[in-house]
């Protein structure tokens, strides 16, 4: 996956310097020297980081600090409130060291509200009670910038010590941070351990809601992790067979044109949640090969998804080492319709994930249906147990909003059983003319069928199985002897209340064939 950032997420790892009202100067044969100190080397942990650059040969105009991905600092201090004012606080304190201007100058240094356009956010160089200047720090592809510029003539060094850092959690053999004195450029290794041994455990869940009329649906995915836990690099998640690309509405989106289909939230512990708030999900590509992008426009990142109709999942790789503690989809669809189906039947959704230390994690949870049509029910009751002459009622009625039903299969418990001899057909032929014609009626003695009229009547696996001519909302079964028959066994036993209550099973399959299998306890009689 590709980081295109344009504005700016977290940060505030920087090397301050006076920017006082004093003429820039000249650049020289300047030679820059970079020393970093670290009370820590754990990642994701928060140790004080030290940045020590000297200038030699002359003062350079400008100053890029370029830090490498994953050293982060948190924009949350104060609760966020540093972003807002221009002004330095002692609140937003990030860091203090000295300016060498002649003699060595003490400063803080405050985050502050972005300097301009672009920006992350600024870092205020404050001596005592004088805010000597503001530098501006960036976001880039690969990492955060801190840019000094128009340094004033005579400074030889820039030494500060950072805190409220958090290390990365991918521990690269080569982690530098790069200094640049105009065009001369020198690095320092950062030092980055124990990324593989760091907790990891996402999880994720999943919800539908479907519309009230046809089978579109919207589709919620979340993303929850611990703040300690490394962050992820790679992300799978796989969706069921019963939740599917709608493509009368997303092929529009697949022909050139990119469409918004959602929305994005993340939290993040070193984020203000306003910076996170404002994400959205598009879909572009081709038909073939459809692509999904989160942005966060806020913060000018985008992380693209390639899509997989092979498996039904989504593929976001190369994910930035940031920390979020949760990371939510909600994904409706292009243009007022509904990006996916849902046939409502239970699912799972599966996330596979990859850390920025190599560790790998998965996490399946059965997705939450709302808006579904009900289950279809059944009730019903006996008679006639304790005297040896059975009777059963059953009245099955599709769910509110479900389709109605069309075929109904039923178990009896044990001491109960269909007889196939209850079953008769007879063959009546008639001539005329040289024509034969013959019907075949079929008589099941003891079944009486109310509210629908049977297609055909079978003994299957101990089951009565009736498919229905026309679907019907509700129907009611009637089944005694000789067509229900009782052992001599369960006779007593419910004579003497041994036998109090008895559990029947009824698969019912409605007219678009999802089947249900309901479970009726009835009270023995």
């Not at 976001?139 to 000094?148: E, I, K, S």
């Amino acid at each position: 996956m590709s980081f295109r950032p344009r504005r700016a997420l977290v940060g505030l790892v920087a090397a301050a310097a006076a920017l006082v009202a004093l003429p820039a100067a000249a650049s020289a044969a300047i030679t820059p020297t970079l020393k970093l100190s670290q009370s820590g080397t754990t990642a994701g942990t928060n140790p004080t980081v030290g940045f020590d650059a000297t200038f030699a040969g002359g003062t350079p105009s400008n100053v890029t600090l370029a830090l490498p991905p994953g050293l982060l600092a948190n924009e949350n201090i104060n609760g966020g409130a540093c972003l807002v004012s221009k002004t330095p606080s002692s609140a937003c304190q990030v860091g203090n060291g000295t300016v060498t201007l002649g003699t060595g100058v003490p400063v803080t240094i405050d985050l502050v509200a972005p300097p301009k356009a672009g920006d992350v956010g600024g870092l205020a160089v404050v001596s005592g009670t004088n805010a000597l200047g503001t530098a501006d720090v960036t976001l880039t592809a690969t990492g955060l910038n801190v840019v000094l510029s128009g340094l004033p003539t005579g400074i030889t060094e820039i030494n500060t010590s950072l805190t409220n850092l958090r290390l990365p959690t991918s521990c690269p053999t080569s982690a530098n941070v790069t200094l640049t004195a105009d065009s001369v450029s020198t690095t320092a290794p950062l030092t980055v351990t124990g990324c593989s041994s760091l907790p990891y455990n996402p999880t994720v869940t999943a919800s539908v809601t479907k519309d009230a009329t046809g089978n579109g649906g919207a589709v919620t995915l979340a993303i929850t992790q611990a703040a300690n836990e490394s962050a992820n690099k790679n992300i799978v998640l796989t969706l069921p067979k019963g939740l599917a690309p709608n493509g009368a509405a997303d092929i529009p989106c697949l022909s050139g044109k990119v469409c918004t289909i959602g929305t994005a939230t993340a939290t993040s512990p070193l984020v203000p949640n306003i910076a996170l708030s404002n994400g959205v999900v598009t879909l572009s590509g081709t038909a073939t090969a459809p692509t999904i992008a989160i942005t966060f426009p806020t913060l000018g990142i985008t992380i693209p998804g390639t899509v997989s109709l092979t498996t039904n999942s989504v593929t976001f790789a190369n994910v930035p080492d940031v920390p979020l503690t949760s990371l939510t989809l909600n994904v409706t669809g292009p243009n007022g319709q509904k990006a996916f189906t849902t046939d409502c039947a239970p699912a799972n959704v599966v996330g596979n994930f990859t850390a920025q230390g190599g560790q790998t994690h998965s996490s399946t949870a059965p997705i939450k249906f709302a808006g579904c049509a009900a289950k279809p029910s059944a009730t019903g009751s006996t008679s006639g147990l304790a005297g040896g002459h059975p009777k059963l009622k059953f009245t099955v009625t599709h769910g509110k909003g479900g389709p109605n039903v069309a075929t109904l299969a039923i178990g009896l418990p044990g001491g109960l059983r269909f007889s196939r001899a209850a079953i008769v057909s007879h063959k009546t032929c008639t001539t005329k003319g040289k024509k034969k014609k013959c019907i075949t009626t079929t008589l099941i003695k003891g079944l009486g069928i109310s509210g629908a009229k049977a297609a055909s009547v079978a003994i299957r696996g101990g089951k009565l199985v009736i498919a229905l001519k026309n679907a019907a909302g509700r129907v009611t079964i009637t089944a005694a002897g000789p067509l229900v028959s009782e052992t001599k066994g369960l006779q007593t036993k419910v004579k003497k209340h041994r036998v109090t209550s008895l559990n029947f099973s009824i698969k019912i399959t409605d007219a678009k064939k999802v089947a249900t299998t309901v479970s009726v306890k009835l009270r023995a009689h």
